[in-house]
């Protein structure tokens, strides 16, 4: 029964992976915005950057010296926001 969750767990993440990288390469395309997407599963780490230079992704310290300041969000504000949109529903 393990064996068939891993595999489930497994192939949910991949697709999720696959699209979220894909979501990346739109915004790139469509919006013209600069992407950068850091995903971490066992260890394992998987990115995506829209660009090839060597300035981006910035460092953490850019960020959060830049203006006007970085928008940040948590999962928490995630989970509050469909928790809102919940009671909205009912």
């Not at 999720?16 to 469509?30: F, T, V, W």
Request: include cysteine; charge should be positive.
């Amino acid at each position: 029964m393990t064996t068939k969750f891993n595999k489930a767990t497994d192939e949910k993440f991949r697709k999720r992976k696959n699209n979220i990288l894909k979501k990346g390469d739109e915004l790139r395309l469509l919006c013209g915005a600069d992407v950068f997407i850091l995903l971490r599963r066992k260890g394992r780490y998987y990115t995506y950057k829209s660009t090839d230079q060597p300035s981006w992704p910035p460092t953490l310290e850019k960020i959060d010296q830049s203006y006007p300041p970085p928008v940040k969000k948590t999962p928490i504000e995630f989970d509050q926001g469909l928790k809102s949109e919940h009671k909205k529903m009912l």
